[in-house]
Structure formats: structure tokens, C-alpha cells
Nanobody, 125 residues
Framework: QVQVAESGGGLVQAGGSLRLSCAAS????????MGWFRQSPGKEREFVAA????????YYADSVKGRFTISRDNAKNTVYLQMNALKPEDTAVYYC??????????????????WGQGTQVTVSS
């Protein structure tokens, strides 16, 4: 059974940094694209970043481009999201997800099959 678990969230001041980790197990994780999404209270879950199985292709939402970096270590079945220059509007629950879609990488939430429980990121002004 595939399991996905996020860690690394917390409280940080605006302009600060956090690194989220996503540990996955139970499937051919190293062959699947992975993604990060986030959800704020009262808003729909939105795409943040995605990475191909090899790590050679990455995609970002415009709102985080240049500030966030997604990466992966397939030997550890772990995906990371380095978040720099954080803003109060980045406050959300961040979710990691794995996709069996067969795409190189995808920004479409419906293409993701396995989700973690989420980790809270709070950015104070």
C-alpha cells in the first residue's frame, strides 16, 4: 500500500525559509512524478510544484516561481520543497502527492492518486 507523509512545516516570519519533506513508500515511487499542493482556509487546493520521476523536469505555480524549489532523492524515496522568501500569503496546509498517470509531470490535481495528510505552514507578517 502506497503511503505518503509530509514533514517540516511550522511557523516562520515573512522573508524566512522552510524545507518540507515528503517520504513515500509502498510503490514504484521512484518511477512516478510527484507534486506539492496547498490549501488555505476557504480556498480550493491549488498546485504549487511538480517534478518528473528523474527530477529533470520541474514545474511551478507562478506565485512561487523563483522562491520555491522542488527536488527529489529517489534513493530515499523522498521529495523536498525548499521555500524561500516566504510571504504571509504562503500560509496554508501543504500536501505532497504521487501520480501514476504516466505523464512526465503534471499540475492537474485530478491526476494524483496518493496524498499525504498535509503539514501546516504559517508565515507571520
Amino acid at each position: 500500500q502506497v503511503q505518503v507523509a509530509e514533514s517540516g512545516g511550522g511557523l516562520v516570519q515573512a522573508g524566512g525559509s522552510l524545507r518540507l519533506s515528503c517520504a513515500a513508500s509502498g510503490g514504484l515511487i521512484s518511477a512516478w512524478p510527484m507534486g506539492w499542493f496547498r490549501q488555505s482556509p476557504g480556498k480550493e487546493r491549488e498546485f504549487v510544484a511538480a517534478i518528473s520521476w528523474s527530477g529533470s523536469a520541474t514545474y511551478y505555480a507562478d506565485s512561487v516561481k523563483g522562491r520555491f524549489t522542488i527536488s527529489r532523492d529517489n534513493a530515499k524515496n523522498t521529495v523536498y520543497l525548499q521555500m524561500n522568501a516566504l510571504k504571509p500569503e504562503d500560509t496554508a496546509v501543504y500536501y505532497c502527492a504521487a501520480s501514476k498517470s504516466g505523464y512526465i509531470a503534471t499540475m492537474e490535481i485530478n491526476e494524483y492518486d496518493y496524498w499525504g495528510q498535509g503539514t501546516q505552514v504559517t508565515v507571520s507578517s
